[in-house]
């Protein structure tokens, strides 16, 4: 288990992380989400003692982190970066030794993690041969090939097409599985929604959010409701509560309203004639949401 | 397995198994070689004996000249005049001319050649000549063969140096030896120079370019970045040790040739291997270390591998002044400015070997000077550790000195 407590980090007039705190349970993942400088890496390097917070504490197992704990992490670090003239398999089993392994231990798991991650060239291949995108999991793998208990991911999903983030989404669920504590930044919502337990939206260096991802969307009321109705938008914006009403190219109309509570008289309104394919109250979507956020004026 | 010797052994594997480390070990060998080559070509090349012709209205003097044949050069009479000489000199099928007139017993000449002749050793012609006056006087005064030595022989000096030590004992040196310590002291000085050079770089970029890379934030969230700097320093010292080790290994091999052995005839291989070994290679290797670590440092502080060459520049142009020291020490050890040089820890394993080899340091001024650059080289080894840490995790773009307020700063607060 991990528990950060009111950490804050100062680099001169900045504070590029104030007063955050989470806590996330052995196979539990947290998502981080921000705008670039909101002090997401500030916070993992915080996480990993490279940096001392100012006030605050990191604690692994209730207890600080401390060099023995180091063989338990796995950190890919938002730049990415391998040793260029260096075998795919020997910068695999250099990382893992430097992670208390021996090679024998993870010689052999070697194809099959590059199977699993669907890495493109044989592990006798030197990194610079590969293209980004291989180099990328290869890194991937080098994080993850020593099973760590704490796995920190800056940014894991960039420069990852479809197909590949679905293959990391997957390994980071097994990583779970497993029981480690899982905890990455990410710009895009979509993979956030898909595999995080947690959330916390940094902004600024401070919290803005933090909780289960239903918990937060729900916070926002379900003021959105999507229709498929054969009255004319004119005729929904007159309706009670309707802020706004827009028209999507599939002809799905959406509704903006000042209240969820109005969700009842609309759908009585609505369904007066007869069926409706289509009558769905959201809350924002995550994305809505961290727009949202991101736009607000600092208090 | 430790982590410290994991990091040694994968930095001393992937620096020994690249090309650079075979180009490394192989350039200056190579450079031997073609030096050697060229030595041979040119002392082939000055075989080619030179033909002069010779013309004097005294038949004895050309006489004595022809009489008996000369090593470096041949001289003819076969020309009549200095016309068909000069016929033959523009054919290039003569290199010279020499003509000569007689005043008093004394003679004067002139010795005509082209650009293109063969080049006349003219100081041996000058000895030949008043060899040959020198004959024809002793005979014209009637002087025994006892008396002309007697004028000959010029004033002898013998060098004695005594040196006065603690207990007042009194030693001398001779010629040979010192001319070996100082040849050792030129060979560590150069040494010195190239392996600081060439080492300083190679952790620099070790260090920079694991940065540059980020790899250094993965490998520090693995291992303590004390661990990692000890680590890589110890790992490019072993490599080090290796390239020395494999030019004994080439010098053993060598030195079983026979034509090596007829070439190094005139040295004592034994004598300057002992000037080598003794307190040169002390200085030798502190050398060595105290660069390597301040390169280390340098290295963490550049963001990108492009920026390495510019970090580097200063111990360059330190290394440079040590280097000109040294020779400056070569010439005149006693100097007040290689005096005071030879205590300057970073100029100290360029100078100190040649105030040693000309003798013109105290034993005490030699245990001093180690003691200095040993405690140097500890406090630098130490300060650059701490400062490590905070270094190779900082990224900007503002330069070095940037980097290094910040570092301190941070240092500072923890």
């Known amino acids: ?30 998502g981080m989400i921000g705008q670039n400088g909101a002090g997401k890496t500030t916070t993992f390097r915080l996480l990993l003692k490279f940096l001392e917070p100012d006030s605050g504490e990191v604690l692994w197992n209730g207890k600080p982190l401390t060099k023995k704990d180091y063989d338990a992490v796995g950190y890919l670090p938002e730049e990415r970066g ?13 990382f893992a030794r430097l992670r208390g392994k021996t090679k024998k231990e993870v010689k052999p798991l070697i194809d099959e993690w590059m199977e699993k991650f669907q890495v493109k060239g044989k592990k006798s291949d030197k990194v610079k041969s590969l293209s980004k995108g291989n180099q990328q999991k290869v890194q991937l793998i080098a994080t993850l090939l020593h099973e760590p208990k704490l796995v920190i991911l800056d940014e894991p999903f960039s420069g990852l097409d479809p197909v590949n983030a679905g293959l990391l989404e997957e390994g980071i669920k097994e990583l779970k599985e497993k029981g480690a504590c899982v ?7 979509n993979n956030v929604e898909e595999i995080c337990d947690r959330l916390v939206m940094a902004k600024d260096g401070a919290m803005v959010l933090n909780g289960t991802i239903h918990q937060i969307r729900e916070q926002f009321g379900r003021k959105k409701l999507f229709l498929e109705t054969p009255k004319t938008v ?17 002809g799905v109309k959406v509704l903006a309203l000042q209240d969820a509570a109005y969700g009842k008289e609309i759908f009585e309104q609505v369904t007066k004639d007869g069926y409706i394919s289509t009558f769905s109250q959201q809350p924002p979507t995550l994305e809505e949401i961290f727009k949202m956020k991101a736009g607000e004026q600092h208090e | 397995m430790n982590k410290f010797w994991i990091i040694v052994g ?22 031997l070689l073609v030096v050697a080559v060229i030595i041979y070509f040119v002392a082939q090349s000055e075989s080619e004996i030179p033909k ?48 000569l007139t007689e005043e008093n017993g004394l003679y004067t000449g002139e010795y005509v050649y082209t650009p293109q002749s063969a080049d006349v050793d003219i100081e041996q012609l000058t000895n030949l000549l008043s060899k040959i006056q020198l004959e024809q006087q002793t005979e014209e005064l009637n002087l025994s063969q006892e008396a002309v030595e007697t004028l000959l022989t010029p004033a002898q000096l013998k060098k004695t140096r005594i040196e006065f030590r603690g207990g007042g004992g009194i030693t001398t040196t001779d010629n040979v030896e010192d001319a070996i310590k100082m040849g050792s002291a030129y060979a560590v000085g150069i040494a010195v120079f190239v392996f600081i050079m060439t080492y300083s770089s190679i952790i620099a970029e070790e260090i ?11 490998i520090l969230s693995s291992v303590s970045s004390t661990v990692h700097f000890f680590g890589k320093l110890t790992g490019i010292f072993l490599i080090c040790l290796t390239q020395i080790g494999i030019y004994a290994v080439i010098g053993l091999i060598a030195f079983q040739f026979p034509f090596v052995k007829e070439l190094l005839a005139g040295v004592d291989v034994i004598a300057l291997l002992k000037g080598l070994a003794g307190t040169s290679l002390v200085y030798f290797l502190f050398g060595v270390i105290l660069y390597a670590v301040i390169a280390a440092f340098l290295g963490s502080l550049v963001t990108k591998i492009e920026d390495v060459s510019k970090a580097v520049s200063p111990i360059v142009f330190i290394a440079l002044g040590g280097f000109y020291a040294g020779l400056f020490a070569f010439y005149s050890p006693n100097h007040l400015v290689v005096k005071v040089a030879s205590y300057i820890p970073l100029f100290t394993p360029f100078v100190m070997p040649f105030r040693i080899a000309s003798d013109t340091v105290s034993t005490a001024g030699i245990m001093v000077s ?29 330069g070095m000195f940037k980097t290094m307020k910040t570092s301190l700063k941070g240092l500072k607060k923890t």
């Not at chain 1, 004119?234 to 599939?250: I, K, N, W």
């Not at chain 2, 992937?14 to 450079?31: A, Q, R």
């Not at chain 2, 920079?208 to 993965?218: D, F, H, P, Q």
């Open chain 1, 183 to 189: 905890i990455f930044s990410s710009h895009n919502m």
């Open chain 2, 370 to 398: 180690v003691l200095v650059l040993l405690l140097f080289t500890l406090i630098t080894t130490g300060v650059s550790a701490v400062l490590y840490r905070s270094n190779v995790l900082i990224y900007s773009d503002s």
């Open chain 1, 82 to 94: 391998l040793y260029p003239k260096v075998t795919i398999e020997d910068q695999l089993i250099y």
């Open chain 2, 10 to 31: 994968q930095v001393y594997k992937k620096n020994v198994k690249s090309m650079g480390f075979l180009s490394m070990v192989l350039s200056p060998i190579i450079i």
């Open chain 2, 52 to 99: 002069i012709a010779v013309f004097s209205d005294e038949p004895q003097v050309v006489e004595a000249l022809t009489s008996q044949p000369h090593e470096e050069m041949t001289i003819t009479t076969a020309y009549q005049t200095p016309q068909e000489a000069k016929a033959d000199l523009e054919a290039e099928k003569l290199d010279g001319y020499l003509q």
């Open chain 1, 1 to 30: 288990m991990l528990e950060a407590r009111h950490l804050t980090k100062k680099f001169g007039t900045l504070t590029a992380v104030n007063d955050v705190s989470f806590k996330i349970n052995d196979g539990e993942i947290l």
């Open chain 2, 208 to 218: 920079a370019s694991e940065k540059g890379t980020r790899i250094m934030e993965v």
């Open chain 1, 234 to 250: 004119e005729e929904l914006a007159l309706m009670p509560g309707v802020q706004s009403v827009h028209l999507t190219r599939d």
